[in-house]
């Protein structure tokens, strides 16, 4: 019933369970409690236990005791990692074709129909390209049934069912980066729901609840000149426990249109798409550097929860890691696998983590910029 793994990061513990991979934070004083829980070889030398060694009295103890228990069941209940098995029938004809070129690479995506290429193409319409260079890698995209497949270079991937059609954006982008980087999915130990700016030598990641404004963060850091080396997806290697580049255009939405037009002298000429998740028009504004120009990846040492209030005072500060793990986990990918998530709990325990609540934008661009120098 033990955590797998667990790490001290300040006044806080991060547990991971490797059935359910799940991470929980608790105090470190909580965790004491559990610790004597586990060593413990029944109930009532758990409680006696709790009495000797924590001062704690048997009624207390006995809601310990409940609590515990619920507890370690559920963070210890089983998930099937195990890859889809069902297999498509025959891959259908397809009449929509759509190249996209990456430095001296290209994909070849052959969409279903219009519907499916409207989840899949917008965020990379800035790499289309009618140019077969080198290196080309079929993906398919269809459905069948109510099952959206995804299929590449004819081996099968996944299907997914067409209302949770984020999951095959999800795998599609995880493919994606593999065939870029020539890695499989077990060479990454996560992929965030996360903006990722970044100068020549680091990266500092920029997470959010959705609608706070980390993507127009991004474009605004861009138009001060600062890299962005991922928009909404960025996946940490288990190589080096380095963050990077995924070349997609940064997506923003109608109500930054007015205040970023300013800073894109192209932004009238870039289509406007309607969002797949909300009922608002979206953009996607080309990167500054292609695969080739920027640094393909950087450490990441730095987190930034963002917040944009065009009623609040801009503000700046550090702030523990359990705000930070709030956001950042429940959104993103993280391997099932032990050696990955000791990786990933390794890779906390060096993290800077800030707060940026802001209306000024200048006060934004001047806080990241600041957090490169320091």
């Given at each position: 019933?033990?955590?797998?793994h667990f790490?001290?990061?300040?006044?806080?513990?991060?547990?991971w369970?490797e059935?359910s991979?799940?991470?929980?934070?608790?105090?470190?004083?909580?965790?004491e409690?559990?610790r004597?829980?586990?060593?413990?070889?029944?109930?009532?030398?758990?409680l006696?236990?709790?009495?000797?060694?924590?001062?704690?009295?048997?009624?207390?103890?006995?809601?310990?005791l409940?609590?515990?228990?619920?507890?370690?069941?559920?963070?210890?209940?089983?998930?099937?990692?195990?890859s889809?098995?069902?297999?498509?029938?025959?891959?259908?004809?397809?009449?929509?074709?759509?190249?996209?070129?990456?430095?001296?690479?290209?994909?070849?995506?052959?969409?279903?129909?219009?519907?499916?290429?409207?989840l899949?193409?917008?965020q990379?319409?800035?790499?289309?390209?009618q140019?077969?260079?080198?290196?080309i890698e079929?993906?398919?995209?269809f459905?069948e049934?109510d099952f959206?497949?995804?299929?590449?270079?004819?081996?099968?991937?996944?299907?997914?069912?067409?209302?949770?059609?984020?999951?095959l954006?999800g795998?599609?982008?995880?493919?994606?980066?593999?065939?870029?980087?020539?890695?499989?999915?077990?060479?990454?130990?996560?992929?965030?729901?996360a903006?990722?700016?970044?100068?020549?030598?680091?990266?500092v990641?920029?997470i959010?609840d959705?609608g706070?404004?980390?993507?127009?963060?991004?474009?605004?850091?861009?138009?001060?000149?600062?890299?962005v080396l991922?928009?909404?997806?960025?996946?940490?290697?288990?190589?080096?426990?380095e963050?990077y580049?995924?070349?997609?255009g940064?997506s923003?939405k109608?109500?930054s249109?007015?205040?970023?037009?300013?800073?894109?002298?192209?932004?009238?000429?870039?289509?406007?798409?309607?969002?797949t998740?909300k009922?608002?028009?979206?953009?996607?504004?080309?990167?500054?550097?292609?695969?080739?120009?920027?640094?393909?990846?950087?450490?990441?040492r730095k987190?930034?929860?963002?917040?944009?209030?065009?009623?609040?005072?801009?503000?700046?500060?550090?702030?523990?890691?359990?705000?930070?793990?709030e956001?950042?986990?429940?959104?993103?990918?993280?391997s099932?696998?032990?050696?990955?998530?000791?990786?990933f709990?390794?890779?906390?325990?060096?993290l800077?983590?800030?707060?940026?609540?802001?209306s000024?934008n200048?006060?934004?661009?001047a806080s990241?910029?600041?957090?490169?120098?320091?």
């Amino acid at each position: 019933m033990a955590p797998k793994h667990f790490v001290a990061l300040s006044d806080k513990i991060i547990l991971w369970f490797e059935p359910s991979n799940k991470y929980i934070v608790i105090s470190k004083y909580l965790w004491e409690i559990v610790r004597v829980y586990l060593d413990s070889l029944s109930e009532s030398e758990f409680l006696e236990n709790l009495n000797f060694n924590l001062n704690i009295q048997l009624d207390k103890g006995k809601v310990y005791l409940n609590e515990i228990s619920e507890f370690l069941i559920v963070a210890n209940s089983e998930v099937n990692h195990k890859s889809e098995v069902i297999k498509s029938s025959l891959i259908p004809e397809f009449q929509l074709v759509e190249y996209y070129t990456f430095g001296n690479f290209s994909i070849k995506i052959n969409f279903g129909s219009e519907q499916i290429k409207a989840l899949i193409h917008p965020q990379w319409a800035n790499a289309i390209s009618q140019i077969k260079i080198h290196d080309i890698e079929d993906f398919y995209i269809f459905k069948e049934d109510d099952f959206l497949y995804l299929i590449n270079n004819k081996n099968y991937v996944g299907r997914f069912p067409t209302s949770e059609y984020h999951l095959l954006q999800g795998q599609f982008a995880l493919q994606l980066i593999n065939t870029l980087y020539n890695k499989i999915e077990s060479d990454w130990i996560a992929t965030f729901h996360a903006s990722t700016v970044c100068n020549n030598q680091e990266a500092v990641m920029l997470i959010g609840d959705s609608g706070n404004g980390k993507s127009t963060l991004s474009a605004i850091l861009m138009a001060h000149g600062i890299d962005v080396l991922a928009d909404d997806f960025t996946p940490l290697s288990a190589d080096n426990k380095e963050v990077y580049r995924f070349p997609s255009g940064i997506s923003v939405k109608t109500g930054s249109f007015e205040m970023l037009k300013p800073l894109f002298p192209d932004f009238d000429n870039y289509p406007v798409f309607k969002s797949t998740s909300k009922n608002v028009n979206v953009k996607y504004i080309p990167p500054l550097k292609n695969m080739e120009e920027g640094p393909s990846h950087l450490p990441c040492r730095k987190i930034v929860y963002v917040k944009f209030d065009k009623n609040t005072t801009s503000t700046i500060q550090e702030i523990g890691i359990e705000k930070i793990l709030e956001t950042l986990i429940p959104e993103s990918w993280i391997s099932p696998l032990a050696q990955n998530s000791k990786l990933f709990l390794e890779w906390l325990k060096d993290l800077e983590c800030y707060e940026l609540n802001y209306s000024d934008n200048d006060f934004a661009v001047a806080s990241i910029k600041k957090l490169f120098n320091s």
